[in-house]
């Protein structure tokens, strides 16, 4: 996924201020799109021959927006240093060859927005005005009017999570667009964007509605999108989505692109999400959503070939935060969440999108499947961190070569290599050092695979800690024996193996039989 902004050096920022010269209309203290000035000129259903006076009537409260940021970068050592050509080269770098001190560079973003309000706050997606590089900071945002007026803007507040901002440029009597109920919004729909591509100034594009609540596959609260075919490029971030009765039923935000051009695949946050968010922000509080503390990962083919289980219908929890509510309510790693408060968790609904929309304190039931059997827990929702937080990853480490050639069970070995193409080997006190396991850490360690079996397909690899088979742990390799084989009895083609890497969070992976 790439979002659908633009930063850019010197050289683009003069096309950001060429922007349609469209003067608002008069009295504009009622929005734009007010039902009872859109209905006279609303096109009718079906396709229309011209959405020109919905877009005169809408464009006035669609903004340019544009960031300064400064970036620290460090400079280039020079190849020629101690030669006769090291100034013929100059261009900035050190010329003792080292790197020298950090130098500050100038950069720009450029996006889109609109206004919801006569008295000036601006919508936009966050990353519209976040810093676009590590060490880059935010000097000053610039808000330009579809007249040319120009406005240093305020950041009122921000939400990462949902991509979402606020800002507030000083002036009245704007022109303004008010927010519509995109739950309404039908596959096949007719919309329009308007925004700033690639900085060259306000443009409108049109297409229909491609999808609803589409998963981008990056989790979390907000991954569902209203999905168009409708031209997003870059620089067209946070800006309004209309349907033809002139809703903002969603904000421009994201593009699916090899290229980094439209190919017909952009994505809006829904109104229905982005709203809220916003009316909090206005009152500059901060956005809370419910938190489980738990790693999830969904049910692929293979695990549901694994587990006897439909693929596509509920997510694995890998991990579970020691005392967090998950713990507390009793939720085991290998657990299946089937629903949350009585809502399937699937593909296109995900555990982590209905937990998140719980109110902290709130009460989170979960329907669950454990070793085959169908239990209900309860849970108290806590508050979920910030994104950096959460984003913050543990470093793996370990020497998988420490791990032996062989363990000295040779008839285990080439038992495993037979059935999984793996090798393994039990844990001993070199292993465990080696690998950095804590004294706690339980299983048995692989010492090779087999290139051309499922395994190694799937990224396995010497030195990788098998936990447990099929949700059962294993402590040596004649549990890991039995396992397997009370699952090929079962007629399984596949087992679901809890693999723990060094210092890194465990994961699911379901390994077929070889054949």
Same mark, same amino acid.
Not at 137 to 148: A, G, K, Q, Y
Not at 313 to 319: D, F
Not at 410 to 433: C, F, H, K, P, W
Not at 447 to 453: E, L
């Given at each position: 996924?790439?979002?659908?902004?633009?930063?850019?050096?010197?050289?683009?920022?003069?096309?950001?201020?060429?922007?349609?010269?469209?003067?608002?209309?008069?009295?504009?203290?009622?929005?734009?799109?007010?039902?009872?000035?859109?209905?006279?000129?609303?096109?009718?259903?079906?396709?229309?021959?011209?959405?020109?006076?919905?877009?005169?009537?809408?464009?006035?409260?669609?903004?340019?927006?544009?960031?300064?940021?400064?970036?620290?970068?460090?400079?280039?050592?020079?190849?020629?240093?101690?030669?006769?050509?090291?100034?013929?080269?100059?261009?900035?770098?050190?010329?003792?060859?080292?790197?020298?001190?950090?130098?500050?560079?100038?950069?720009?973003?450029?996006?889109?927005?609109?206004?919801?309000?006569?008295?000036?706050?601006?919508?936009?997606?966050?990353?519209?005005?976040?810093?676009?590089?590590?060490?880059?900071?935010?000097?000053?945002?610039?808000?330009?009017?579809?007249?040319?007026?120009?406005?240093?803007?305020?950041?009122?507040?921000?939400?990462?999570?949902?991509?979402?901002?606020?800002?507030?440029?000083?002036?009245?009597?704007?022109?303004?667009?008010?927010?519509?109920?995109?739950?309404?919004?039908?596959?096949?729909?007719?919309?329009?964007?308007?925004?700033?591509?690639?900085?060259?100034?306000?443009?409108?594009?049109?297409?229909?509605?491609?999808?609803?609540?589409?998963?981008?596959?990056?989790?979390?609260?907000?991954?569902?999108?209203?999905?168009?075919?409708?031209?997003?490029?870059?620089?067209?971030?946070?800006?309004?989505?209309?349907?033809?009765?002139?809703?903002?039923?969603?904000?421009?935000?994201?593009?699916?692109?090899?290229?980094?051009?439209?190919?017909?695949?952009?994505?809006?946050?829904?109104?229905?999400?982005?709203?809220?968010?916003?009316?909090?922000?206005?009152?500059?509080?901060?956005?809370?959503?419910?938190?489980?503390?738990?790693?999830?990962?969904?049910?692929?083919?293979?695990?549901?070939?694994?587990?006897?289980?439909?693929?596509?219908?509920?997510?694995?929890?890998?991990?579970?935060?020691?005392?967090?509510? /998950?713990?507390?309510? +009793?939720?085991?790693? !290998? *657990? &299946?969440?089937?629903? @949350? $408060?009585?809502?399937? =968790?699937?593909?296109?609904?995900?555990?982590?999108?209905?937990?998140?929309?719980?109110?902290?304190?709130?009460?989170?039931?979960?329907?669950?499947?454990?070793?085959?059997?169908?239990?209900?827990?309860?849970?108290?929702?806590?508050?979920?961190?910030?994104?950096?937080?959460?984003?913050?990853?543990?470093?793996?480490?370990?020497?998988?070569?420490?791990?032996?050639?062989?363990?000295?069970?040779?008839?285990?070995?080439?038992?495993?290599?037979?059935?999984?193409?793996?090798?393994?080997?039990?844990?001993?006190?070199?292993?465990?050092?080696?690998?950095?396991?804590?004294?706690?850490?339980?299983?048995?360690?692989?010492?090779?695979?087999?290139?051309?079996?499922? /395994?190694?397909?799937? +990224?396995?690899?010497? !030195? *990788? &800690?098998?936990?447990? @088979? $099929?949700?059962?742990? =294993?402590?040596?390799?004649?549990?890991?024996?039995?396992?397997?084989?009370?699952?090929?009895?079962?007629?399984?083609?596949?087992?679901?193996?809890?693999?723990?890497?060094?210092?890194?969070?465990?994961?699911?992976?379901?390994?077929?039989?070889?054949?």
């Amino acid at each position: 996924m790439r979002y659908a902004y633009a930063i850019s050096g010197a050289l683009l920022v003069g096309g950001a201020a060429a922007t349609l010269a469209l003067q608002p209309p008069a009295g504009a203290q009622t929005a734009q799109n007010e039902p009872t000035a859109m209905a006279a000129i609303a096109p009718r259903a079906g396709a229309p021959a011209s959405f020109a006076d919905l877009v005169a009537r809408l464009q006035p409260a669609v903004v340019n927006i544009s960031t300064k940021q400064s970036i620290k970068v460090q400079p280039q050592a020079n190849p020629f240093a101690g030669t006769p050509f090291q100034d013929f080269f100059g261009g900035g770098q050190d010329p003792s060859g080292g790197g020298g001190a950090p130098v500050t560079r100038q950069a720009q973003s450029l996006g889109s927005g609109f206004l919801v309000s006569p008295d000036g706050y601006v919508v936009t997606n966050n990353h519209v005005v976040a810093p676009g590089a590590r060490g880059a900071t935010v000097d000053s945002i610039t808000v330009i009017l579809t007249d040319r007026k120009e406005y240093k803007a305020k950041l009122i507040g921000r939400d990462p999570a949902s991509d979402l901002a606020l800002l507030k440029i000083d002036a009245t009597n704007l022109p303004f667009v008010k927010f519509g109920d995109s739950t309404k919004a039908r596959v096949g729909d007719w919309i329009i964007a308007i925004g700033n591509p690639f900085g060259i100034g306000s443009t409108v594009t049109a297409g229909i509605i491609s999808a609803l609540h589409r998963s981008t596959g990056a989790g979390g609260a907000y991954d569902r999108f209203i999905q168009t075919d409708a031209a997003i490029n870059q620089g067209n971030s946070g800006g309004p989505m209309f349907d033809l009765s002139g809703n903002v039923i969603g904000i421009n935000s994201q593009i699916f692109s090899q290229s980094g051009g439209n190919i017909g695949i952009g994505f809006a946050i829904p109104a229905e999400e982005a709203k809220p968010i916003i009316e909090t922000l206005m009152k500059g509080a901060a956005v809370q959503r419910g938190y489980l503390g738990v790693g999830i990962q969904p049910l692929s083919e293979d695990d549901g070939a694994a587990l006897g289980l439909p693929k596509g219908r509920g997510e694995i929890i890998n991990r579970v935060e020691a005392g967090g509510p /998950a713990d507390k309510a +009793g939720i085991k790693t !290998g *657990d &299946l969440v089937l629903r @949350v $408060n009585g809502q399937e =968790v699937t593909v296109d609904q995900t555990l982590s999108y209905l937990v998140a929309n719980v109110k902290p304190g709130g009460a989170i039931k979960l329907d669950i499947n454990r070793d085959g059997k169908n239990m209900t827990l309860n849970a108290v929702a806590g508050t979920r961190p910030s994104e950096d937080a959460l984003a913050a990853s543990v470093n793996g480490g370990g020497d998988e070569n420490a791990v032996p050639e062989s363990g000295g069970k040779g008839q285990n070995d080439a038992m495993m290599s037979s059935t999984l193409g793996l090798s393994v080997t039990e844990l001993n006190a070199d292993i465990r050092r080696a690998l950095q396991l804590d004294a706690t850490a339980t299983g048995v360690v692989i010492v090779s695979a087999d290139p051309s079996s499922d /395994a190694a397909q799937k +990224g396995l690899q010497r !030195g *990788d &800690l098998i936990v447990s @088979v $099929n949700r059962t742990p =294993v402590a040596n390799t004649a549990d890991m024996a039995r396992v397997i084989s009370q699952a090929k009895a079962a007629g399984r083609e596949a087992v679901l193996l809890y693999i723990q890497r060094a210092r890194l969070p465990g994961r699911f992976i379901s390994v077929r039989f070889n054949k």
